[in-house]
């Protein structure tokens, strides 16, 4: 099998963008058979979509105390819950207002102790 490269190119509008979201959605309600040519198909309208996204949908980059806070909002966690983490109230304070960056023991122990992706402390990028 001889692939024609010279034929390949990513989405150029939200109309193409569109119809190969509608091409793709059958594929998850009926999973093709790895190693066919539907496989092939499904992972390259894939490929095409994902890199559209990342051109015009970026997600950013949440800053590492947004993160924090996230999660203390979503558990109802308290100041003194990550004092109970970090283990200093003038640390947690200083954290949250933005006065002190997160270092590596705190990043281990949030990560640790809150299912934190070390990721999102580090403000890496998730794919």
């Known amino acids: 099998m001889v692939l024609n490269l010279k034929a390949f190119?990513?989405?150029?509008?939200?109309?193409e963008y569109n119809a190969t979201l509608k091409e793709v959605r059958p594929y998850f309600e009926n999973e093709p058979e790895q190693g066919s040519e539907e496989a092939a198909?499904?992972?390259a309208l894939v490929l095409l979509i994902d890199e559209y996204e990342a051109r015009h949908y970026p997600i950013p980059v949440a800053?590492?105390?947004?993160?924090?806070?996230?999660?203390m909002a979503a558990n109802d966690y308290s100041r003194a819950d990550l004092v109970a983490v970090i283990g200093?109230?003038?640390?947690?304070?200083?954290?949250?207002?933005?006065k002190r960056?997160?270092?590596l023991d705190q990043i281990r122990k949030l990560s640790r102790e809150w299912n934190i992706p070390v990721g999102a402390l580090i403000g890496e990028v998730s794919s």
């Open 88 to 98: 200093s109230k003038a640390r947690a304070s200083e954290l949250l207002n933005g």
């Open 63 to 71: 800053k590492p105390v947004d993160v924090i806070k996230s999660v």
């Open 101 to 103: 960056e997160i270092n």
């Open 41 to 43: 198909h499904f992972d």
């Open 9 to 15: 190119r990513t989405l150029q509008t939200e109309a």
